[in-house]
């Protein structure tokens, strides 16, 4: 086992240590320009929008867990809780901020745990929209939301619990989160259970939904989007965002590596190989949602960067071979704004917590 340990990661090593020499020699190289075509009054037809339908959903529902009032109101709670850390300092609204779109606000590139001299390894994603996503996490480790909030409870630099019976017991020991429970989820024998806690902040998370000026274009309203916006839409095309940045999420559908035509400078972190041990999907991650995007800063999985425009750059770099002239690059992060929605503000209105009287 440990000479197959030493030959993955020697294997590794090679191809990070190639891919980061071809960068030094290509990274700088000047390109052409990305050549767009579109006239003063710009059109776009039904068929060039097929790959963005449907528009996003008010509520992202899943058969497998219906939604109730009772659910919903208890995962609301849940999300503000503190006492779903180790040492009540931490709550999923710590990290995933709902009135700043779902983000970190801290100035770093990734957000720091229960000891907060460590930092993760990951850009924090935002949790809006994100229960239509085909898995969670930037390496796809988790295939639904009703069971992705186990991870962050169960890890030591962020939750901090060491077993699930230690997360039900921080909340048992308040006589209304029993009550709590039992409504919402009555045919269950014991209802305050770990399973429960994930279901109800599943069954919330699943409202946390940004329907955009975009969705009214998606929706046949042509004058939802401005002439310069339309043609930002052309430019995202062209320039091969589509590609991946596509469906009703604008992302969150595949796992891909960066630098289709020009290798990706400095990529260390595995992505998708620490969850399938597979050698092809090392320096894969998940494609993130463009939802949202200019109020979801830091960008990247490690947050390396906080400008979309430089962002934007290094898409078109890497994966298309082209640089955007300056009015391109206008038009494509207007575009990009108009996938900017309205927060459920009522929703995610912060409740009052059980035994805070």
Known sequence: ??????????????????????????????????????????????????????PLPRVIESPDNPRTAAKIDLGRILFFERRLSEDSTTSCQTCHDLQNYGRDLDVFTTSPGLDRSRRGLRNTPTVYNVAGHF?????????????QAAA?????????????????????????????FTGAFPEDDEPLSFENICTALATFERGLTTPSRWDMFLKGDRNALTKDE??????????????????????????????????????????????????????????????NVTQTKPYLHDGREPSLKKVVEMMARHEKGRTLSK???????????????????????????????
């Open 230 to 291: 339309i043609r930002g839409f052309f430019v995202f095309k062209e320039a091969g965002c589509a590609r991946c940045h596509k469906g009703t999420y604008m992302g969150g559908q595949t796992f891909v590596r960066l630098g289709r035509v020009i290798p990706w400078p400095e990529e260390v972190d595995p992505g998708r190989f620490s969850v399938t041990r597979n050698k092809a999907d090392y320096g894969k991650f998940k494609v993130p949602s463009l939802r």
């Open 135 to 147: 898995s969670m996490f930037w390496d796809g480790r988790i295939k639904k939301i009703e069971h």
């Open 152 to 180: 962050p409870l169960l890890n030591p630099m962020e939750m901090g619990f060491k077993t699930r019976q230690e997360v039900v017991q921080a909340l048992a020991t308040t006589p209304d989160y029993i009550e709590l």
């Open 327 to 357: 009015l391109q690059m206008n038009y494509l992060l207007q575009f990009l704004e108009t996938l900017t929605g309205s927060l459920p503000l009522e929703y995610i209105r912060e409740p009052d917590l059980p035994g805070n009287h």
């Open 1 to 54: 086992m440990k000479r197959l340990c030493r030959n993955n990661y020697s294997w590794i090593s090679t191809h990070v240590f190639v891919a980061m020499a071809i960068c030094s020699c290509s990274y700088e190289r000047e390109l052409p320009l990305l050549e767009v075509e579109f006239g003063q009054d710009p059109e776009v037809t039904a068929e060039s929008l097929q790959d963005f339908l449907p």
